[in-house]
Nanobody
Framework: QVQLVESGGGLVQPGGSLRLSCAAS????????MGWYRQAPGKERELVAS???????NYADSVKGRFTISRGNAKNTVYLQMNSLKPEDTAVYYC?????????WGQGTQVTVSS
């Protein structure tokens, strides 16, 4: 079992920045995928960005050039740096960890972009 704790959400004006953090604990294996998903009201949960153990990253087209996913030195923490935020980025952001057949989700953190 893997536990994920997210932090860093909040209210920001359009054009502003936020950094989300996700700390994983428990049965963490060296080979894994960590990522951020988001779900806006009335919409399905969608992938924002992911990063695998080797460091390779993947981004949704809507956030390319604005968001950056990275891992901490301990490899059990993942960050999402969000710049040039838009109102359409408003959603609950969830951290996801996948290792082998085990998938774990965080509790979610609200990001609201509004003036």
């Amino acid at each position: 079992q893997v536990q994920l704790v997210e932090s860093g959400g909040g209210l920001v004006q359009p054009g502003g920045s936020l950094r989300l953090s996700c700390a994983a604990s428990g049965s963490i294996f060296s080979t894994n995928v960590m990522g951020w998903y988001r779900q806006a009201p009335g919409k399905e949960r969608e992938l924002v960005a992911s990063i695998i153990s080797s460091g390779s990253t993947n981004y949704a087209d809507s956030v390319k050039g604005r968001f950056t996913i990275s891992r901490g030195n301990a490899k059990n923490t993942v960050y999402l740096q969000m710049n040039s935020l838009k109102p359409e980025d408003t959603a609950v952001y969830y951290c996801k960890h996948v290792s082998g057949l085990l998938t774990s989700w965080g509790q979610g953190t609200q990001v609201t972009v509004s003036s």
